[in-house]
Nanobody, 120 residues
């Protein structure tokens, strides 16, 4: 079964940057939309950003990350990215990549999650 493979998490100081990547394990998956979510300890999972895969790469952001995070995609490589700048300690969470495949109404594939820790 196709899986989403994430990479790029780690430990960074406040004000620093990280870039997350996400790609399906097989190129048989037709991506309609890719999103990033995060879950901090003791909190519910929350939406971070999303991008339409074709349609000009329309992007959406949570208010908490606007102006600091940038979502992008390379559809020739079936890879999505989340560039995170000006990181804050409150950005610390497990970040999950998700894909909504063609003919589906919601995200139907999820990555295993990658830890992002921002120290103060």
């Amino acid at each position: 079964q196709v899986q989403l493979v994430e990479s790029g998490g780690g430990l960074v100081q406040a004000g620093g940057s990280l870039r997350l990547s996400c790609a399906p394990s097989e190129r048989t998956l037709t991506i309609y939309r890719m999103g990033w979510f995060r879950q901090a300890p003791g909190k519910e999972r929350e939406f971070v950003a999303a991008i339409s895969w074709r349609r000009g790469g329309i992007t959406f952001y949570a208010d908490s990350v606007k102006g600091r995070y940038t979502i992008s995609r390379d559809y020739t490589r079936d890879t999505g990215y989340l560039q995170m700048n000006s990181l804050k300690p409150e950005d610390t969470a497990v970040y999950y990549c998700a894909v909504q495949s063609r003919d589906k109404d919601d995200y139907d594939y999820w990555g295993q999650g990658t830890q992002v820790t921002v120290s103060s």
